[in-house]
């Protein structure tokens, strides 16, 4: 069976800190990594997409950056963390259907 | 305007009742996916369809790609049902990108 690890559960940071969130995924090869972020009460924004180890492609631009280090491995992560940077964050893998991880909860003060 | 347009925007139903969610596209949507995030925010794949329906228990989900909508049937309400029911859908040039509607918020009364 697949599993989805993402860490930390939950994070409360300092405006211009370094953030570094990350995924694991068991139980599957190669599949698509994606980061989704989540406003309160908001709908769901792709960040960044990976269909290869190395290769990581981005959605949007939010002063966030995203690398696949190992095939079954994503990590997000800013040098400098902003006020809208706070919000849910999401892995999720997919093959055709996607599921997502339990989520990262940012705050950021 | 929204390419994915979901309604209602909010529902709330009694414990038992039945309830039907609907996704419109503006988009030439070739699978569909429904989700449920409960209130804690962990997102649930419902369903993956290509164009027909699928059921499983007391959930039935159809998408007509000529149409350009997708249902989502809920029969016999449970509480756990309760939360944010959200469509996407993948059209043919999406570049692996998934269109998200804004979602239902779906309480249940018991």
């Known amino acids: 069976a697949q599993t989805i690890h993402q860490w930390p559960v939950a994070e409360i940071k300092a405006v211009g800190s370094p953030l570094s969130l990350g995924c694991t995924i068991k139980?599957?090869?190669?599949?698509?990594l994606y980061w989704y972020w989540q406003a309160t009460g908001g709908t769901l924004q792709q960040l960044f997409y990976?269909?290869?180890?190395?290769?990581v492609e981005s959605v949007v631009q939010l002063n966030l950056s995203a690398s696949r280090p190992k095939d079954d491995q994503f990590i997000l992560s800013t040098e400098k963390l902003l006020l809208s940077h706070s919000g849910f964050y999401l892995c999720?893998?997919?093959?055709?259907?996607?599921?997502f991880g339990s989520g990262t909860r940012l705050t950021v003060l | 305007g929204d390419k994915v347009k979901q309604s209602p925007s909010a529902l709330s139903l009694q414990e038992g009742t039945n309830s039907a969610l609907r996704c419109n596209f503006s988009?030439?949507?070739?699978?569909v996916q429904w989700f449920l995030q409960n209130p804690r925010g962990s997102l649930m794949n419902l369903f993956y369809?290509?164009?027909?329906?699928k059921e499983n228990g007391r959930l039935k989900s159809a998408f007509d790609s000529k149409e350009s909508y997708s249902t989502l049937h809920i029969r016999d309400a449970q509480l756990e049902d309760s939360g944010t029911y959200f469509c996407?859908?993948?059209?043919?040039?999406?570049?692996?990108?998934?269109?998200w509607g804004s979602g239902t918020k779906l309480i249940i009364k018991p």
């Open positions: 996407a859908a993948e059209a043919a040039d999406s570049n692996y990108q998934l269109i």
């Open positions: 988009i030439a949507a070739t699978t």
């Open positions: 369809l290509v164009p027909g329906t």
């Open positions: 139980g599957k090869s190669s599949p698509n």
């Open positions: 990976s269909i290869t180890v190395g290769q």
């Open positions: 999720a893998w997919s093959l055709r259907a996607l599921y």
